[in-house]
């Protein structure tokens, strides 16, 4: 698992790529917890280039996406593949987190938050 973090303005994206899951989810876990922690936590995580993803992997999205709620912000995510999506829809996390197709409709979306 590799991952990339940038900035677009106030906003950190955070791109994932191979697998996100208990062999993983350690080197995971400090990249998104330091993107949440900070007000107003705003986090885009890219997920185009992640192949597999398991409940520990999805643990620890659900607890960055608290932790960025609890911080006034809020963690988006974008690029699921076919695979990963399966997961996301089958644990019903799909009804929890704010799914994008393309990164930058992740970054509309914190646009528009902004402007109301």
Known sequence: MECKIRSEG????LEFSGSLD????????????????SRPARVVVDLTQLDFLDST???VLVESKRRAL???GDLLLCGLRQPVR??????RLDRFFEIFRLEKEALAAFE???AN
């Open 57 to 59: 992997g999805l643990s």
């Open 112 to 114: 528009l938050q902004s």
């Open 86 to 91: 399966i997961v996301f829809e089958l644990t």
């Open 70 to 72: 609890e911080n006034d």
């Open 10 to 13: 106030h906003i950190q994206v």
């Open 22 to 37: 208990s062999s993983t989810v350690k080197g995971a876990r400090p990249w998104l917890l330091n993107a949440t922690g």
